[in-house]
């Protein structure tokens, strides 16, 4: 079986209010760069995030969420986040997120997997058609380069 | 005109989270002492703001906001947030918040404005009779004791 | 070998700034309550977060967080932390965290692993021998029980 | 006396942890967008609000903020922050702070006066020297635009 790797990038400046006393990056703010990269991703497959739910009904929970901490991230630093997909989704959708200083050196790195809710019912439904589409598409011309 | 205050207090404590990297908590997170003092103040009517927004399908949005912060907040610190209403809504509805540390010294004090909003709308509403009914029992009742 | 766990529980009330546009709490705030969880579980034993910052100049950074998120929390809804410690800390500690709604619901189940820096130098160090004494005093105590 | 205006701008997106339940930014977080507004205006400047704390040892607490809210901001909007100086700072420095969305609606306005505190002592100072000469010289550089 083919290994797949569709992955973005994309960078933000650590907030004064991230911080905690410590001086580092608060452990659970990372959960909005994760989130901040995962919604990057799903727009430069040509969707937004948002257009997800208010027009095809759709929400991502979070199901699971694995975290590992390397080196701190400290007020004002410029973070690159890398999210990745490896797999395609059919239930449910997994990404792997890594978050780089200005240095490049890895700071932490994540897994994180979503599932599909139709926000109507709340019922779990799989990953919608057009989605794998825009996947298998970026996949394919990705092949071209 | 007589002068009303319906005050409550609720106690909190400091979370790590909270902090910023100067030791302090940070401005923004008053904020959310501010609404836990305010939903503490509804209950303390015999209503939640939950059953606001589920039952009688009103939000109830901050209009303004004026902070004065006069002493930093720590971690782990047990603050109390005094919570009072100084005149009956009608359009909207104004709070004061204080917020003191362990030795009874202020940190913060807050006015708050907030509007009434229609959920299914979005269209402003005045106070809803029965919250009004409510804060005149509660002044009623405490002129008794 | 023995199986240990010691265990405390703390009860938090969910507020408004800890939901999204979902309804849902944010899946990155349940880290604020596996700290409160945690924090608690040290005041159990007879110290505090606070006093190892301070006093003895360790910090305790996350080192690794696992999350299972279940079943959604939702606003105002009174949310019982259990923190649990199930071997004892050497180089580092972990601490297993459950959050239960009212009807006794698992929301989310988590595992986090902490290490212990000299907040001074930076460097880590292992567990502090007076909070391995604290903890095999917890233990025996709940023997005898 | 001359009315002087230093103003940056600066754009970030919404992010679905700074929804509520309403659908709308939580009131508070708005206090993290005027930071980020005030942190690029003093990198406007040729400064970093990072150098001023570790290599100048200031630090700029919060003493006052007062926000009207207009409208509500919403998941994924690009927001256009605009940060203005109007007077030049003596013993504490005012920014005035604008939120603008997509459609050029004013969202919030805030005024936010921040102090100058000496990090080592925590005494109040006047504002630094060189960072009154920054300004000045920004205004002097305007006139000749």
Redesign the interface.
């Known amino acids: 079986m083919p290994k797949i790797e569709i992955s973005t990038e994309f960078c933000l400046?650590v907030?004064?209010?991230e911080?905690?006393?410590?001086?580092?990056v608060?452990?659970?703010?990372?959960?909005?760069y994760f989130?901040?990269g995962r919604?990057e991703w799903i727009r430069a497959l040509g969707l937004?995030?948002?257009e997800l739910?208010t027009k095809h009904r759709i929400?991502m929970?979070?199901?699971?969420?694995?975290?590992?901490?390397l080196r701190?991230a400290r007020?004002?630093q410029e973070l690159r986040i890398r999210t990745s997909l490896r797999a395609l989704p059919h239930q449910d959708i997994s990404f792997y997120s890594e978050i780089f200083n200005e240095k490049n050196e890895l700071l932490c790195a994540a897994t994180i997997k979503l599932c599909f809710l139709d926000?109507l019912t709340g019922k779990r439904v799989p990953c919608p058609g057009f989605l794998q589409e825009r996947i298998s598409h970026a996949i394919e011309t990705a092949h071209i380069q």
């Open positions: 400046r907030r004064y209010a911080t905690d006393q410590m001086g580092f608060y452990y659970g703010r990372f959960a909005e989130e901040v919604v937004t995030y948002h739910e929400w929970p979070v199901m699971s969420m694995q975290v590992r901490y701190p007020y004002d926000s």
